[in-house]
């Protein structure tokens, strides 16, 4: 018979493949290709067969089935019933046909030196194989080869590693080709012998099977057929010895391995493995946070370390280290077809137990309609733990069982997982819920319906992994990523997403189909601006409140003069203008020499960011910036006009400040280190102040906290012109409203400055204690500016939490030591303030060692309070912080309480000395008696009514109830008779009125308010007891906390002395009723009611 001629299919022929030490390692002599063959029919030991030569020269035997006869180049290919040429060929196209000699290699029974010798001849055999080729999709047909962002990350690095050994990172959004880029450099450079470390098994399998393939290099054109692929090791066992790395490494060209076994592995084990590696790629490397990743990678500072991640930021949030050689945008990514906008769709549901619900509901319904666009779409849901998988797939069977839905986590079983994605990519099931360990590294592009039930680490990852486009695959469409907005963490990842990359402006789609009220009015701001600061997102920028003014004539201002203005400064980026709302930012970028020494090469680089507001209205100019130049030329610039307000006009924006105490910036020792300059003003400032307002001399610089609009406020103005509030804008609106309101008390010439500075609290330095009566004591600012959790405070060996704990005045007198006591629990320790004309002193008086931890740090309470006091509150309204007493204005409207405005019950049935219900709800207890008249609706209606009694109370009781966007709260605090009749004992009441005090606290953050509800409420539950709600539930108040930042509060506060008698009222209770009035009024405008007796 003739010899056949004949482009012949070969199928991949195995090399080398076993396992060292438990690791797999494995090569291939070539992959799948196809030549041109010479076949000729032959018979070798009765076997009747061809002999097949390829155009390489390369000879094989060709059997219809196994033999072990010698055969030309000892090497046989199985074809069955292979009985002619278009046999063998029908065969190994449908691949049928497979290599039984020679048979692979087993490395670890193979001496070192030989595979060592192996591997080094595949990395000579690369020399000139690697072709640089871009594919060129606008070509007829498209022209294959490598994509533009592999093509910029392979040049960055050889040109990197041409002049550098340091670290450096390449950032590719997912989608892009980061493992084809690790692939080519691989090749073209010829690694020696590589390590790649990943996050997780199903990104190390994935890639060393990429490895072992060559992914798509020969496919796109880069390399050719017969090119030989590396030997791959995957590392799925920690090597014991440095031996042991030998016998592993150096039979590999390129070694894949977890951070979990290669960074856990002993000194020595490492150390092996950078002497014998020559590079190290760390792939997703915003894990490397972990200090195992870094400990690890400096193993290898002695050799070329490359880190490929899609985002630049880590885990933690700090940005990834190492010099960064080349970043593909993300909107270049959307640009070349790479990645796709996702659409957000949030949903707002503050009852985290409907949350999931109304989630997968979204998603769902999504999904659904995906489907009937004809679109192969998959949903895959993200949750934290697997605890929560296993919760959340119940609750999406329950709603979609036609998906059939399915969990996947480490939980489950290595094999039962793969049948799960099996069933997956099969199109059994549809949706999927998995754990933060599924995404990177698994290739589905399918799952283009996200649902984050939990917040996910690294938000963007997802979110490109949903995004990112396949242009092979027709039925594919855009994608939506589902989340909860009323969640904080949600909110918080979303901020901090704009914050790692501005492109997301343009690539997260918010629908607003469900929002906010201030999420909906900051995206109408944002949405409003036209034109980008290109990579500073106008979603992270959150100003200070502060401006200067300029009085305006102009009937328009013109914000894009703003070049003009700036005199050969360098505008950076900008401006961008919001032409409804009257806004204009830009950001400025100054250069100058370093001062250290005469280097041309490096500046010192200096970024500001200005943002205008024209209030066209007041016709005020307002700029704030981080800069204090150019204002007046921007003024003039843009609104004609240099007329800036200064002078005793700034002092206005006072006005209206109820409870106005003043300091200004550089006095705060005279408060103790601690103490924030925000909070009160010292003696020495009263003094100044006074002499400038009986003098008329020239003030500069005042700085005010107060009350105004009910709400706590801080204010400050300088004659030069600047105003300022340590309150952060969180969006622009709210510093333009902010603007408008000092705006109009600029022009209001009604406001008399003299009367308003005459009129604040000031403070007298004192040697001893005041002949006061000490009404309440409360916490220092600092403990109070943490949240409960934060806290703990432990009296001997008892510990309680701070929720647990308060501060009581021990007598109430006017004389003898000042004293109060800490009560944590079970526990309480007494505290002595001791003043002098220098200093004021806190020590512990009378129990056990008392000890805070506040963040982790632990003191004694006397350390804690002589660095940030308890504050001393007094009957007549004055406090006490240090040694200074801060007095209120004698001269101002201090009334007395009405005695009209007292309701006198009858008690009858109720025993006037016991005052709390208790777990038995006592029915003649005070506490009791107020409970059923509030049930009854003798203050209107409730929703929730709760027993708020014990140590570190609220009040007694606490009612809620909310009525649209506003929660009316009542607090009422009960005090028990000193004797079985109602008299005038004024003992009964100054603790009670201490109480009352304290509700200003609970006014000022309403959510600690609510969440220290729920604390009561676990702990009475866990300690067996009954719960505390008389009305209402757990859930409902947790509801309430969750909505509490969108809702506005309207308080009630509520003495209740049965043993005070109306007809018998004394002066000087009329007199601490009235102070106590006056301080809740003054601040939140919080209405005071008395309860006594006939």
């Not at 996050?199 to 990429?210: C, E, F, S």
């Not at 409730?942 to 009781?957: H, L, P, Q, R, S």
Request: aromatic residues 8%; charged residues 25%.
């Amino acid at each position: 018979m003739f010899d056949v001629n004949l482009d012949l299919l070969l199928p991949a022929r195995t090399e080398v493949k076993g396992a060292v030490h438990g690791n797999p390692i494995e090569g291939f002599s070539f992959l799948a290709h196809t030549r041109r063959t010479k076949l000729s029919t032959c018979q070798i030991r009765g076997v009747a067969g061809h002999l097949a030569t390829c155009d390489n020269g390369a000879p094989f035997f060709i059997g219809s089935k196994p033999t072990g006869a010698v055969v030309p180049g000892d090497a046989v290919l199985v074809a069955p019933e292979a009985e002619d040429a278009s046999a063998i060929l029908k065969a190994a196209e449908q691949g049928k046909a497979h290599w039984h000699r020679p048979k692979p290699v087993v490395p670890a029974t193979e001496n070192i030196a030989e595979s060592e010798a192996r591997c080094g001849s595949i990395v000579e055999s690369w020399n000139g194989q690697f072709v640089f080729r871009e594919e060129d999709r606008g070509s007829v047909p498209p022209a294959k080869g490598l994509r533009r962002p592999q093509i910029g990350a392979l040049y960055a690095a050889l040109a990197h590693w041409s002049v550098s050994e340091d670290p450096a990172t390449i950032v590719m959004p997912t989608g892009t080709g980061k493992t084809e880029t690790m692939l080519a450099l691989l090749v073209c450079a010829r690694l020696q012998r590589l390590m790649i470390v990943v996050p997780n098994k199903p990104l190390r399998d994935q890639i060393a099977g990429k490895f072992l393939t060559l992914g798509k290099l020969i496919e796109c054109g880069c390399l050719p057929e017969d090119v030989r692929p590396p030997v791959v090791a995957t590392l799925r066992r920690r090597p014991s010895s440095a031996q042991e790395v030998d016998d592993i490494f150096r039979r590999a060209n390129v070694i894949v391995a977890t951070m979990n076994v290669a960074g856990q592995c002993s000194a020595e084990v490492q150390d092996r493995m950078a002497e014998l590696c020559s590079h190290l790629f760390i792939d997703e490397a915003h894990h490397i946070a972990a200090r195992t990743w870094a400990e690890f990678r400096r193993r290898f500072r002695q050799k070329p370390i490359l880190q490929f991640t899609a985002t630049p930021f880590r885990m933690d949030g700090k940005r990834i280290d190492g010099r960064y050689i080349y970043t593909y945008p993300l909107a270049r990514a959307q640009k070349e077809g790479y990645f796709r906008t996702v659409n957000f769709a949030p949903i707002v549901e503050y009852d985290s137990a409907e949350a999931d619900g109304a989630i997968a509901d979204r998603a769902g319904r999504q999904l659904r309609a995906d489907l009937e666009a004809g679109h192969d779409h998959l949903l895959m849901a993200r949750v934290r733990i697997k605890e929560r998988a296993d919760d959340i797939l119940k609750l999406y069977r329950d709603r979609f069982p036609e998906f059939n839905p399915l969990a996947i986590h480490t939980g489950i079983p290595a094999a039962e997982r793969q049948r799960r994605l099996d069933r997956l990519k099969a199109r059994e099931s549809r949706i999927l819920i998995c754990v933060d360990m599924f995404g990177e590294g698994f290739d589905m592009p399918q799952l283009k319906v996200a649902a984050l039930h939990d917040r996910h680490q690294s938000l963007p990852i997802t979110l490109q992994f949903i995004g990112r486009f396949t242009r092979d695959l027709a039925d594919v469409g855009e994608a939506h990523v589902v989340a909860n907005i009323a969640d904080e963490a949600i909110s918080d990842a979303l901020r901090n997403l704009y914050a790692e990359d501005s492109d997301w402006n343009y690539l997260l789609q918010m629908l607003s189909e469900a929002a906010t009220e201030r999420a909906r009015k900051r995206n109408e701001v944002l949405a409003g601006f036209t034109g980008s600061l290109h990579e500073i997102p106008l979603q992270t920028l959150f100003p200070r409140m502060s401006a200067v003014a300029y009085k305006t004539e102009c009937a328009q201002w013109n914000p894009m003069k703003i070049e003009d203005a700036l005199a050969g400064h360098r505008l950076h980026a900008g401006p961008v203008v919001n032409p409804a709302a009257n806004i204009a930012i830009f950001v400025t970028k100054d250069e100058a020499p370093v001062r250290w020494g005469s280097v041309k090469q490096i500046q010192n680089v200096e970024w500001n960011l200005y943002v205008l507001h024209w209030n066209e209205e007041l016709g005020i100019l307002f700029v704030n910036s981080s800069n204090k130049e150019f204002h007046e030329s921007i003024a003039e610039a843009v609104c004609g006009s240099k007329a800036r307000f200064t002078g005793e006009t700034m002092f206005r924006v006072l006005g209206g400040v109820r409870r106005l105490t003043l300091t200004n910036l550089g006095l705060s020792h005279a408060l103790g280190k601690n103490i924030r300059y925000t909070m009160f003003m010292g003696a020495d400032i009263a003094d100044g102040l006074s002499e400038a307002v009986k003098f008329n001399r020239r003030k500069s610089n005042l700085f005010g906290l107060g009350y105004e609009n009910d709400e706590k406020v801080t204010i400050g103005c300088s004659a030069k012109g600047r105003l300022w509030s340590y309150k952060i804008a969180y969006d622009l609106s709210e510093w333009t409203d902010w603007c408008a309101h000092v705006g109009a008390k600029l022009l209001d010439d009604k406001i008399e400055v003299e009367d308003v500075l005459s009129n604040v609290i000031k403070a007298r330095r004192i040697g001893e204690r005041p002949p006061l009566v000490p009404v309440m004591v409360s916490w220092p600012e600092g403990f109070l500016s943490q949240t409960e959790e934060q806290i703990d405070i432990d009296i001997g060996q008892t510990g309680a939490a701070f929720y647990e704990c308060e501060l009581a005045i021990n007598e109430y007198t006017d004389k003898g030591p000042l004293r109060f006591e800490v009560i944590a629990g079970r526990e309480n320790a007494s505290f002595e303030a001791r003043l002098s004309e220098e200093r004021a002193e806190f020590r512990q008086v009378k129990g056990l060692a008392a000890f805070a931890t506040v963040r982790g740090k632990r003191r004694s309470l006397a350390e804690w309070f002589n660095d940030d006091p308890p504050i001393i509150h007094f009957a007549n309204g004055d406090f006490l912080v240090f040694n200074e007493l801060f007095e209120l204005p004698r001269d101002a409207d201090r009334r007395a309480f009405d005695p009209g405005k007292i309701a006198a019950w009858t008690w009858e049935g109720v025993n006037l000395r016991k005052e709390s219900q208790g777990p038995e709800k006592a029915a003649d207890s005070i506490q009791r008696r107020v409970i059923e008249r509030i049930a009854e609706g003798a203050f209107g209606e409730f929703d929730i009514i709760f027993d708020g009694d014990g140590t570190g109370e609220v009040a007694d009781i606490v009612a809620l109830r909310r009525e649209g966007q506003q929660l009316r709260v009542l607090l009422a605090h009960c005090k028990h008779s000193g004797a079985d009749k109602p008299g005038a004992r004024i003992d009964d009441f100054y603790a009670v009125c201490g109480q009352a005090q304290k509700s200003v606290h609970w006014r000022e953050n309403p959510r600690r308010l609510l969440k220290h509800l729920l604390h009561q409420e676990d702990l009475r539950l866990k300690a067996g007891g009954a719960s505390r709600f008389e009305c209402g539930s757990r859930r409902e108040v947790q509801q309430l906390a969750n909505v509490s930042r969108e809702l506005g509060f309207s308080y009630r506060v509520i003495i209740v002395q049965p043993g005070l008698s109306k007809a018998k009222i004394a002066p000087a209770f009329l007199d601490v009723l009235g102070a106590t009035e006056t301080f809740l009024q003054e601040t939140f405008s919080m209405p005071l009611e008395v309860i006594a007796s006939a």
